[in-house]
């Protein structure tokens, strides 16, 4: 890549900016022309348009080298830069490869969910909030990760409180996430004034050369403890967790979806990039209480909120609080400080990112058949929908770990990276919780297969397998789990090589 | 075929099975028929593999690399090919008794039950080629989850609670001991291979080895060591064809047999020795096996009382590796071989006296032996080679474990084996005098099982005795696994 901006004229010059551009050009196109099914086929034209961007981005990263995008022609420190590398490639496919699923998905489960209405206002919500999400990771400006995190954020509340058309809770559930997201948002660009101060810049990589030079500066040291604690929130990392159960609970099943398997984890993205770029692994070093609590806290979600999963009676609950305990294992990865440590952050992002998206969709295909989430209405519902157990099965054994699947491989990796800074008994920690996942994962199972339906109500005879529409970015996903599980070029090409990067001082 | 080709194919071709059950789901004689024929095509895929290479070590296999120094890969050596080759030929009997037994008893969901068996079939044969411990543990963890529906079956709380106990115990120990012992190892290592003379050596020492081999001894809770035995008699809630050849060859076999090999190829014989760090798995072992013939002795549940016995027999196997000298591994080889032989003649007939007659209860077995003579007569049989009395095979495998003890200069090892054998006594053979001598209460006329249910049962019977005059076949074909030095 040039490092001075040529013009350039075919579009495979401006892929980096393509995934965040297309959706927002969608979204107020689906406003303009109203009605459901355009607002489908823009919705879908986008989200395939990023997809291939993203697909094309990693194809071209294969190099080595970042890709570079002066957004607008102007050149940094003055302009945007927008920067593509390994690690956020990997992050931008993931939620690329979630978005262009979710949505034939979402056709057919919102229809049962949420008024009709509503629907074209949804999709152009949920291509604002791809494009935030996107965004976050894309950018190489501090001040526009900040921008983009506001789009998805606020594009998010709109989405979950649409869940209030079947509990009214939904709108309660957007309102705690609204605040809280508002609080980190504003401690987030609290941090970033600090930053700005010290160093006169808000280019990430100048943040980080100036930073280098600068240790020691309180201004600094306040400012990354305010940008942590505001990613924190938005992360949800273990106890700043609180509004994430009920978001995804009550949100509809197509936004818990989208939500659970990218909001998070573009969130988690961002950190890394500060932690990493922008503050670099002496200041980190130096600064090791940051470290330690966040080993702590990764310890403390991955027990307790594996354990209160255990004793969820609803679907999507349990698997909210599953996924604050797996956050726990990704920012475990961080603060570990290492370069197979970070590897397993950014390989779990990906491989939780799709694990759980696959249960998500089975979640909503039970709901779309049984107009319930609670397991009392879901005993013995998996013998009626083979299928739908079947993918679900898939992504269990992957949220559990067992060999062969997506799960296994992120842990294999941790726990390595636990050995390597010779933590044998975080290595046990980590191991000893997976048994609550095991505990949680095949409650569930047994009851949607095993548990007998005679007094279950709400399971007649009409119940049938979920539409196709549903069940081919199911299996697609779920298949994904397994292929993830086998074949790690991809995984963990991308990101060991962005942990290199990172932390090599890249 | 070429070697890469057998083993893909070994591992492969009962998953046909699953394929055949799907499609003829609904045509029972041609699903039965056309699985049949797998069962026996497998079987002679390892006897062809056995052609081509006999009892040396073939050369690694490589089907896919997951991670670098992390791969699926095979390796034929002994220990492995003679578990195959037992595995896939008692599953053409379990076959044909479990087509007698499910049909007779009027199972439901027949085609999921035979599909799950393919894939646990093909699990085995994976672990039994296996050549490091990540592929072990992959189709280990296949094994599991596909033995999973098979004990749940019947649908009933019971079989869902026995199912619950069965994948609690043998999910947790995996991922929280056995996990990781194997990435421990890996860490240390640099390598899970399976390798002659172990890979240890050199890079563990001190306390941490027996630490390690402890993560191992109850990591592996397939080998249903005390005190991770519960699922075991909690898989007894499952059709007795699962409890013969799963819970009493291929599943509990697949557990010993990874102990084995991570005692001989992982350790090594002379590290475990030198270090000393298996005695105390040895004093475990042999307090398992006579803890769990005691709680035999007071089960009245037929297979229960079985299932007991196996954990007990198991812990044989566990021994022969913690005595950590040639005879002791060659006896846990041997033990392999004979229990397996003899433990499914025995679950066969408990099967065959429920298809009869519905009894599982040994107190309501009174004179049944003289309407079903031919149940009870392998059921005697087999017993005795449990037991280990000559001329049946089972004897062989406790005279190794007695001269290994022996090499060790554990004699009171060998007093245990004495004790254990008498236990034995004490627990198989009421059952067989019961039957043939107490009087009859029942007015039902009772007879014999089906056809298909006893010819299996007759065919192992015999089996044992074949076992014993062939013994040296076995030995000579086991011989190079306790070689410690020489080729890799």
């Not at chain 1, 496919?93 to 509503?118: C, D, N, W």
């Not at chain 1, 670099?280 to 209160?308: D, K, N, R, W």
């Not at chain 2, 019971?158 to 190892?185: C, D, H, K, N």
């Amino acid at each position: 890549m040039a490092t001075l901006y040529e013009p350039a004229l075919s579009l495979r010059d401006h892929l980096a900016i393509l995934p965040v551009l297309l959706p927002l050009i969608g979204a107020p196109l689906i406003v303009i022309f109203g009605s459901r099914r355009t607002a489908f086929f823009i919705a879908l034209t986008a989200f395939i348009g990023a997809f291939i961007a993203c697909a094309a981005l990693l194809l071209e990263l294969r190099g080595g080298a970042p890709i570079v995008y002066y957004l607008g022609g102007w050149a940094p420190p003055a302009g945007i830069e927008y920067r593509v590398d390994a690690a956020s490639g990997l992050v931008a496919f993931l939620i690329a490869t979630i978005g262009m699923l979710v949505l034939p998905y979402a056709q057919v489960s919102l229809k049962r969910e949420v008024e009709l209405r509503h629907h074209s206002l949804i999709y152009a919500c949920l291509l604002l909030c791809f494009s935030g999400l996107m965004g976050m990771v894309l950018t190489g400006d501090a001040f526009n990760v900040f921008v983009f995190l506001e789009i998805s954020s606020l594009s998010a509340y709109v989405l979950i409180a649409q869940g209030a058309g079947q509990d009214k809770r939904a709108l309660t559930a957007a309102y705690d996430y609204l605040i809280m997201g508002t609080i980190g948002a504003t401690f987030f660009i609290i941090g970033l004034a600090f930053l700005y101060a010290s160093t006169g810049t808000l280019n990430l990589a100048d943040l980080g050369e100036r930073i280098a030079q600068n240790t020691g500066n309180r201004s600094l040291n306040a400012g990354f403890v305010f940008i942590f604690v505001g990613l924190g929130l938005k992360i949800a990392i273990y106890p700043l967790h609180l509004w994430l159960p009920r978001a995804y609970t009550f949100a509809p099943s197509a936004v818990s979806v989208f939500l659970a398997s990218t909001a998070t984890k573009a969130a988690l993205y961002v950190l890394v990039r500060f932690f990493f770029s922008v503050f670099q692994i002496e200041f980190l070093e130096h600064f090791q209480i940051i470290s330690i609590t966040l080993g702590l806290v990764g310890i403390m979600a991955m027990f307790s909120a594996s354990f209160i999963a255990v004793f969820q009676r609803n679907l999507k609950r349990m698997l909210a609080y599953s996924s604050i305990a797996q956050i726990g294992y990704m920012v475990l990865g961080v603060a570990m400080l290492s370069q197979t440590g970070l590897t397993a952050t950014l390989v779990h992002i990906f491989n939780h990112g799709i694990t759980k998206a696959v249960l998500f969709m089975g979640a909503g295909a039970l709901f779309l058949r049984a107009g319930s989430v609670f397991y009392d209405n879901l005993a013995g519902l998996g013998r009626r929908m083979p299928l739908t157990m079947g993918a679900m099965v898939l992504g269990f054994l992957s949220l559990i770990g067992v060999p062969g699947t997506a799960g296994f491989i992120s842990k294999w990796i941790l726990v390595q990276a636990a050995f390597e800074r010779g933590l044998w008994w975080v290595a046990v920690l980590i191991l000893l919780s997976s048994l609550l996942a095991v505990i949680y994962c095949w409650r569930a199972v047994e009851l949607l297969y095993f548990a007998p339906n005679e007094n279950n109500k709400i399971i007649n005879n009409n119940i049938k397998e979920a539409p196709l529409m549903m069940l081919i970015p199911m299996w697609i996903l779920a298949l994904a789990c397994v292929w993830f599980g086998l074949d790690t070029d991809l995984t963990i090409g991308f990101a060991g090589e962005a942990a290199r990067t990172l932390i090599g001082g890249g | 075929m070429d070697l890469p080709a057998s083993i893909a194919v070994v591992i492969l071709l009962p998953l046909l099975g699953v394929l055949a059950n799907g499609l003829f789901a609904t045509r029972p004689n041609l699903r039965d028929i056309s699985t049949l024929v797998v069962a026996v095509m497998t079987f002679f895929a390892v006897l062809d593999i056995y052609m081509q290479i006999g009892n040396n070590t073939s050369n690694e296999v490589r089907a896919w690399e997951v991670v670098s120094g992390l791969s699926i890969a095979f390796r034929v050596e002994p220990l492995g090919l003679m578990f195959a080759m037992i595995a896939s030929g008692l599953w053409i009997i379990t076959h044909i008794y479990g087509v007698g037994y499910m049909r007779g008893g009027d199972e439901s969901n027949q085609p999921r039950f035979f599909a799950c068996f393919c894939v646990a079939i093909s699990a085995v044969m994976g672990i039994a080629l296996a050549s490091n411990l990540f592929t072990l543990f992959l189709f280990y963890e296949i094994l599991t989850i596909s033995t999973y529906p098979l004990v749940a079956h019947k649908g009933t709380k019971e079989a869902i609670a026995g199912a619950r106990t069965y994948l609690g115990i043998l999910i947790g120990t995996s991922i929280a001991l056995f996990l990781l012992a194997i990435v421990w190892t890996f860490a240390v290592a640099g390598t899970t291979d399976f390798t002659r003379g172990g890979i240890l050596d050199g890079r563990i020492a001190g306390a941490f080895v027996p630490i390690l081999l402890g993560l191992y001894v109850f990591g592996i809770g397939k080998a249903a060591i005390l005190p991770f035995h519960k699922w075991l008699p909690a898989a007894m809630v499952a059709p007795t064809p699962v409890s013969a050849l799963l819970h009493a060859v291929a599943v509990v076999k697949a557990g010993v047999f990874t102990i084995l090999k991570v005692g001989i190829y992982i350790f090594g014989i002379d590290f475990l020795a030198d270090t000393g760090a298996s005695v105390w798995v040895m004093w475990l072992a042999a307090y398992s096996i006579l803890a769990a013939s005691i709680i035999a002795l007071m089960q009245d549940n037929l297979k229960r009382r079985l299932a007991y016995s196996t954990v007990s027999q198991l812990a044989y196997v566990t021994l022969g590796m913690a005595l950590a000298s040639q005879m002791g591994a060659l006896g846990g080889g041997l033990q392999i071989a004979m229990h397996a032989m003899g433990k499914i003649t025995l679950f066969m007939c408990a099967g065959a006296i429920y298809v009869a007659c519905h009894k599982t209860d040994i107190s309501d077995m009174r004179g049944l032996g003289r309407v079903m003579p031919v149940t009870f007569g392998a059921f005697f049989i087999g017993a005795l080679s449990i037991i280990g009395l000559p001329p049946l095979g089972g004897s062989w495998a406790k005279f190794a474990l007695m001269l290994g003890a022996a090499e060790a200069e554990h004699l009171v090892i060998i007093g245990v084996l004495m004790v254990s054998s008498l236990l034995n006594v004490a627990y198989l053979m009421p059952i067989v005098v019961r039957g043939f001598m107490g009087a009859g209460g029942d007015k039902v006329v009772i007879k014999e099982a089906p056809f298909l249910c006893l010819l299996p049962l007759v065919l192992t019977a015999v089996g044992c005795f074949i076992l014993f005059f062939y013994v040296d076949c076995l030995v000579d074909f086991l011989t190079p696994i306790t070689l410690t030095g020489g080729l890799k």
